[in-house]
């Protein structure tokens, strides 16, 4: 699913991940490690958010040669999600529809699902973190990428909108055959992911721990 070839990237001639040669099959990964170790940054690489030296590919589709086939793959929600404030949810939510290629009334769905009609026509500046969040997960959930990256998907989300989040996972995952990585320092529900394999960062290195 995922290929690394000669991956590294620094911050001021620092390294800060070196990846040779590994390959990430499709599922649903949790990548572990401990603050600092690179797992924002790694997340943000394979979005294509960051620069860095080697290469990534889907499949045969890899980003230095082809950037944008690439980028309509893969989709991505930060940890802390800022958008622009003068823009409502409802925009914010059809720019992406757009540049996606979302089916009709897939967002519909999806916004209706986290229970966000009452307020996804104001402004963004209105919105609070928790509300924030529960956009990023829309917007990463739309069109039709081959994997999702999730950003510490537990942070700022309540217990309800975790449900359906899991949910969205298993049922992307199983009817779609889209893969998942998702990072966080909170420990992730096996029993609601059923399968979910873990990835480990140490040392400035990749383990695939499966």
């Given at each position: 699913?995922?290929?690394?070839?000669?991956?590294?990237?620094?911050?001021?001639?620092?390294?800060?991940?070196?990846?040779?040669?590994?390959?990430?099959?499709?599922?649903?990964?949790?990548?572990?490690?401990?603050?600092?170790?690179?797992?924002?940054?790694?997340?943000?690489?394979?979005?294509?958010?960051?620069?860095?030296?080697?290469?990534?590919a889907i499949g045969t589709v890899n980003l230095k040669n082809h950037d944008v086939s690439y980028r309509k793959l893969v989709n991505f929600a930060a940890a802390e999600p800022l958008f622009p404030e003068f823009l409502s949810g409802a925009e914010m939510i059809a720019l992406f529809a757009k540049a996606k290629g979302a089916e009709a009334?897939?967002?519909?769905?999806?916004?209706?699902?986290?229970?966000?009609?009452?307020?996804?026509?104001?402004?963004?500046?209105?919105?609070?973190?928790?509300?924030?969040?529960?956009l990023s997960m829309v917007l990463a959930f739309l069109g039709k990428p081959k994997l999702i990256l999730l950003d510490e998907p537990l942070n700022t989300i309540d217990a309800e909108s975790l449900e359906i989040l899991?949910?969205?996972?298993?049922?992307?995952?199983?009817?779609?055959?889209?893969?998942?990585?998702?990072s966080s320092h909170q420990p992730l529900n096996a029993l609601k992911l059923p399968g979910i394999k873990e990835i480990s960062i140490e040392d400035k290195k990749l383990t695939l721990n499966f």
């Amino acid at each position: 699913m995922l290929h690394f070839s000669q991956f590294e990237k620094s911050y001021f001639d620092h390294l800060v991940l070196k990846i040779d040669n590994i390959k990430i099959p499709e599922g649903i990964f949790w990548i572990k490690g401990s603050n600092g170790t690179g797992k924002s940054t790694l997340l943000k690489a394979i979005a294509g958010i960051l620069s860095f030296k080697g290469d990534l590919a889907i499949g045969t589709v890899n980003l230095k040669n082809h950037d944008v086939s690439y980028r309509k793959l893969v989709n991505f929600a930060a940890a802390e999600p800022l958008f622009p404030e003068f823009l409502s949810g409802a925009e914010m939510i059809a720019l992406f529809a757009k540049a996606k290629g979302a089916e009709a009334g897939q967002a519909e769905i999806l916004v209706a699902e986290m229970g966000m009609q009452g307020y996804i026509n104001n402004p963004l500046s209105s919105y609070s973190s928790g509300m924030l969040k529960k956009l990023s997960m829309v917007l990463a959930f739309l069109g039709k990428p081959k994997l999702i990256l999730l950003d510490e998907p537990l942070n700022t989300i309540d217990a309800e909108s975790l449900e359906i989040l899991y949910s969205w996972i298993n049922k992307k995952h199983e009817k779609d055959k889209v893969s998942f990585l998702l990072s966080s320092h909170q420990p992730l529900n096996a029993l609601k992911l059923p399968g979910i394999k873990e990835i480990s960062i140490e040392d400035k290195k990749l383990t695939l721990n499966f």
